[in-house]
């Protein structure tokens, strides 16, 4: 006969394993968001060479792990290009006499073109909360000079009438200095165009009361051929080797807005590549009957450009892939997780849902129809069975300088490393 105080022990070890188990996973997607969003990495994009710094680094991760290298000529990499337009140099605001920071005051558009005021330059108000159809937009248009310096208010207006969206909005503008008040949170971009004007948007709290003169210096560089890497292995499967389980991840963000400007992009996406690093790494020492492969994108800030280049260029038949989950946003899973394509993927969410019988390993899984706004979607359209797995987290930080490592909660990170670890067994069990 087994003994209680036995069996408590028994539990309690069982409870302290898991307990340091959960702590090892934690600490283990901790330093990996750490060094992914650290300075040295200039926000994993396009200028002092932290999108390549970032695939070296994972690719030594995956070579220490023991993941073989399942890209061009038996290396890690698939490399492609884009154009893309940069911020490698001085940006600088100053309105009347305040100078403003990048970042949590203002940001740069990432289409725009360069400016450099010589000294403080008088603004021309322009007023666009009147603009409610293209004919009077196009009246307006026409009355801005090329090369002026404008302050425009109630620009959410014609954004808002006209359904421009702000990136339409930007190409509409002639060169020129368009200073655009804004409220509430500011998202940057980045933008494989350039636009003729230079257009700053302007926390509204922070500029003074009547604001006048301007003084704005932005470098920009337009990089036509931008080289960049998809990072990519795989341990290979003990019984069906030519069947792929794949978790994916971008690994860039959108880098620096001038020297000041660090978008360390923790959350967004330091936090789904670190999670695919563990499965990798867990992976490499449990191998599993089918392939499970690892791909890490570049240029998905840019327009998913890196797994479009992929499903475009497969390093294996697509059909392949018996299930992919990419991981986008997955620092903190407070409250649950949500499965994007968990509606058209049913037996597969199901399985997920099963597995987490009584809230195991996430609080809550939603599932929502399609979405075009992460990696999942090229694959998604060529027939891959693909979900795209983010966490429902506590913060807003976004496309912001405020997306930092302090930020991430890792809230029940390892409940999802676990959910993803059993739905790999169990999608390869027959
Ligand atoms: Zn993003």
Redesign the pocket.
Known sequence: MISRVFVIILFLNLWAWDNARAQGEKEFIKHRIEQLASPGFHGRGYVMNGGNIAAQYIADEFKSYGVLPLGQNGSYFQEYDFSINTFPGRVFVQVNKTVLKPGPDYIVNAASSAWHSKKRQKMKLLDLSEVRDSLQWDSVKKSIKPGGVYYLTGADTPTNKLSLGIRKFATELPEGLFIVPKHGKLTWTANTNKVPGTIVYIEDTVLPKKPKKVLVNVDTRYVDVFKAKNVIGYVKGTEQPDSFIVFTA?FD??GRMGKNALFA?AN??ASGTSLVLYLANYFAQHPQRYSVAFMLFSG??AGLLGSKYYVENPIFPLQQIRFLVNL??TGDATNGITVVNGVSHEPEFALMEEINADSVYAKKINKRERTSN?DHYHFSKEGVPAVFIYGNGTKPH??DVFDLPKEITLERVDGLAQLLIKLTGRLTEE
């Open positions: 971008h963000h959108l992009g967004d996406n998905e800030e986008d946003m992460s976004y496309h």
